[in-house]
């Protein structure tokens, strides 16, 4: 486990929300409970609760959505969930988030991302590049390259954004977060998600903002096949997005649509088998994506629901499917290529696990 921590590591699908500690949902509800807004007793027994159906999962979205959306809420736990991740040595990471509305608090989608950016900027334990380019091409953050393996530099975290569409929104809705995502290019924003509960809400729905996102040059990954639903998979295998998340219920045809379209898959084991969506670890699917060198990557999804880290995911696929040192070095190298970021990001990371190689034996 100990050489999986230090591993360098890309994480490319944490929603923000899901990704809080528990010490602070605690805390946050503690005090919501003190101020007579929540019962904190009835709160804590549906934190603490461990095994969740896909179901129960977005019910505790809803209550955690309600202990955290205030704008400076909003800022620490983004802080803290980039802290997180830089701590087990994830080098790259994109992390996505639904931006909401909430009037009563004068909270509006933008000025919620503005809270997430400024979440960006107050990371201090570690360095952190999150935004590449001012608008004259220059770079914004001039900070020191860390080898992040010899222990004598500060650690450097490379995160982008992704701006998430929730499957109960309406078409002006969406669009309003892709045009959100596009004002904020210069924030790293690269793309745009679709999730959210997955039984609620219609591909066509979503398809005109999905559809404008990728003519405005925006990147897009999907939430496909959470829940058996063959029309809509397909549907969202033939839009070809830049990658899929889960890719559970998958049947023959859709299994060939995907190999042949080489669409990279984020696989989320913890969260599959918490949730029900993978009866059992040992038939998960990415012992078959990856024996066919399908184009995969371990992720985390919700690291604080599912109480896991991306170095705990990589140790479940490490001891499930026999895989030793080299192959998961090589399966976290490979995830660099389908990374949303530009070439210059790429290059560098590719740099990180060259150095990281040398010390791998
Ligand atoms: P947020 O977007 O509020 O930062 O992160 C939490 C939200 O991400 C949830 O309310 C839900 O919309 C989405 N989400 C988190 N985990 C999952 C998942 O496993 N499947 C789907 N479809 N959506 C998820």
Not at 195 to 220: C, D, H, K, M, Y
Not at 252 to 276: D, F, G
């Amino acid at each position: 486990m100990e050489w999986l921590l230090s591993m360098p590591k890309v994480e490319l699908h944490a929603h923000l929300n899901g990704s809080i500690r528990d010490s602070t949902i605690l805390e946050l509800a503690r005090l919501l409970g003190e101020k007579g807004v929540i019962v904190f007793s009835d709160v804590e027994h549906v934190i603490m609760k461990n095994d969740r159906s896909l179901h129960e999962v977005f019910k505790l979205f809803d209550l955690i959505h309600i202990l955290t959306t205030d704008h400076k809420t909003v800022t620490r736990i983004t802080k803290e969930v980039v802290e997180d991740f830089a701590s087990e040595n994830v080098v790259y990471l994109e992390l996505r988030t639904t931006p909401k509305r909430n009037d009563s608090i004068g909270m509006s989608k933008r000025s919620y991302m503005e809270a997430v950016v400024e979440g960006l900027r107050a990371v201090s334990a570690v360095d952190i590049d999150f935004a590449p380019h001012n608008t004259d091409g220059n770079p914004v953050n001039d900070m020191i390259t860390n080898d992040i393996c010899n222990g004598t530099t500060r650690k450097k975290i490379y995160v982008r954004l992704l701006l998430s569409i929730d499957r109960r929104e309406t078409t002006e809705a969406a669009m309003e977060t892709v045009k959100l995502a596009l004002e904020m290019r210069d924030f790293g924003v690269l793309g745009i998600d679709l999730s959210g509960n997955p039984i609620v809400g219609e591909w066509s729905t979503f398809l005109p903002a999905l559809e404008f996102a990728r003519e405005q040059g925006l990147q897009i990954t999907l939430h496909c096949g959470e829940v058996p639903n063959k029309e809509e998979i397909n549907s969202m295998l033939d839009f070809l997005p830049q990658r899929v998340g889960h890719a559970c219920f998958f049947q023959e045809e859709e299994w060939k649509k995907l190999k042949s379209s080489k669409i990279p898959v984020e696989i989320c084991l913890t969260s599959n088998i918490r949730t029900n969506t993978i009866a059992s670890i040992d038939i998960h699917h990415f012992a078959n994506l990856y024996t066919e060198k399908h184009p995969l990557v371990l992720c985390t999804d919700d690291s604080g629901v599912f109480s896991t880290t991306l170095s705990k995911e990589y140790h479940l696929a490490a001891s499930t499917f026999g895989l030793g040192k080299c192959e998961m070095f090589q399966l976290a190298k490979t995830a660099v290529g389908f990374i949303f970021a530009d070439d210059g990001v790429k290059q560098d990371l590719e740099g990180i696990f060259d150095l990281a190689a040398k010390k791998l034996d």
